[in-house]
């Protein structure tokens, strides 16, 4: 299956006065574009709730290349780039609706249960690991 990127329009409330994307949204915009991506892979929020996994950011780095605007509409392609058992990694493409490239992004995440006890994807849920292995783009970093 074809991952579709998430398509995202820019709002006022989310940019300053030149009407500049304020760069502490940036992390919205890529959770958005995650929990999305989840979804597609089979794994939606309220599933992982039901399953008792949770996913907690413990990296996020932002490259910003060109500003994001109200009014643009965008298109977040999330890309899985490595994947164990207890955490994965995600870059991200921020683009125009003309392809053009205007943000990159890298999150890195670990599995862990509803105590935060970290936890064995591979081991815990062995379908769901499997499931998302084959949606690995590079498992180099």
């Given at each position: 299956m074809e991952l579709k990127p998430y398509v995202r329009k820019i709002n006022y409330y989310e940019t300053d006065q030149m009407q500049v994307v304020h760069h502490s949204n940036y992390a919205r915009y890529l959770e958005e574009a995650r929990l999305d991506l989840m979804e597609q892979v089979g794994l939606p929020y309220e599933k992982m709730e039901e399953l008792g996994i949770?996913?907690?950011?413990?990296?996020?780095?932002?490259?910003?290349?060109?500003?994001?605007?109200?009014?643009?509409?965008?298109?977040?392609?999330?890309?899985?780039i490595r994947l164990t058992p207890v955490r994965f990694n995600l870059r991200y493409e921020i683009?125009?609706?003309?392809?053009?490239?205007l943000h990159t992004a890298e999150t890195s995440h670990g599995f862990v249960d509803t105590e935060f006890r970290p936890m064995s994807l591979k081991r815990k849920h062995p379908d769901i690991y499997a499931n998302m292995l084959q949606y690995v783009e590079d498992d180099s970093l």
């Open positions: 949770i996913i907690p950011v413990l990296e996020l780095h932002n490259y910003f290349t060109q500003a994001l605007h109200f009014g643009d509409t965008v298109e977040i392609y999330p890309h899985i683009k125009s609706m003309d392809g053009q490239l």
